[in-house]
C-alpha cells in the first residue's frame, strides 16, 4: 500500500514539473501551432500601434495585420518570438496593451499575416 502511495506522489510531481517547465519555456504562452519559413525569406519590420491583443491564441494586430507570437523554423533552426520591453529586456504578452506603439521583427507570409521574430515596445 504505502508504494502504491509513494509511486502516486513521485507521479505527480514528475508530471507537475513537466508542467511548470513547459510553461517557464513558453513565457506562459501556448502555441496553437508551428510555423516554417523559408531560410532565403527576408525578415520585415513595422513599427505601429497594437490595434488589438488575443492573448489565449497568442497574436497581435498591428498596422491592420495579424502577428503570430509563436514558435517557427526558418530553415532547420528553431525560433521562438521574443518580446520585448522598452529597453530591450525580455517581457510577456499580458504587458502589451491596445494603443501601445510596437516594432514588429518578422516574415510576411502569403496570407499577408506576420510570424514575429521579435515585438519591442516603444
Given at each position: 500500500?504505502?508504494?502504491?502511495?509513494?509511486?502516486?506522489?513521485?507521479?505527480?510531481?514528475?508530471?507537475?514539473?513537466?508542467?511548470?517547465?513547459?510553461?517557464?519555456?513558453t513565457?506562459?504562452?501556448?502555441?496553437?501551432?508551428?510555423?516554417?519559413?523559408?531560410?532565403?525569406?527576408?525578415?520585415?519590420?513595422?513599427?505601429?500601434?497594437?490595434?488589438?491583443?488575443?492573448?489565449?491564441?497568442?497574436?497581435?494586430?498591428?498596422?491592420?495585420?495579424?502577428?503570430?507570437?509563436?514558435?517557427?523554423?526558418?530553415?532547420?533552426?528553431?525560433?521562438?518570438?521574443?518580446?520585448?520591453?522598452?529597453?530591450?529586456?525580455?517581457?510577456?504578452?499580458?504587458?502589451?496593451?491596445?494603443?501601445?506603439?510596437?516594432?514588429?521583427?518578422g516574415?510576411?507570409?502569403?496570407?499577408?499575416?506576420?510570424?514575429?521574430?521579435?515585438?519591442?515596445?516603444?
Amino acid at each position: 500500500m504505502r508504494q502504491k502511495i509513494t509511486f502516486k506522489i513521485k507521479m505527480l510531481f514528475f508530471i507537475s514539473v513537466a508542467l511548470f517547465t513547459v510553461l517557464f519555456l513558453t513565457n506562459g504562452t501556448v502555441f496553437a501551432e508551428i510555423f516554417f519559413i523559408s531560410k532565403d525569406k527576408a525578415p520585415i519590420e513595422i513599427e505601429s500601434i497594437v490595434m488589438a491583443i488575443n492573448r489565449e491564441q497568442s497574436f497581435i494586430i498591428v498596422a491592420e495585420k495579424m502577428v503570430h507570437i509563436t514558435q517557427f523554423r526558418v530553415g532547420n533552426q528553431n525560433h521562438k518570438t521574443m518580446l520585448l520591453n522598452y529597453g530591450g529586456g525580455k517581457t510577456k504578452l499580458v504587458t502589451l496593451i491596445k494603443g501601445q506603439r510596437v516594432l514588429v521583427k518578422g516574415y510576411l507570409m502569403e496570407n499577408d499575416e506576420i510570424v514575429a521574430l521579435s515585438v519591442q515596445q516603444k
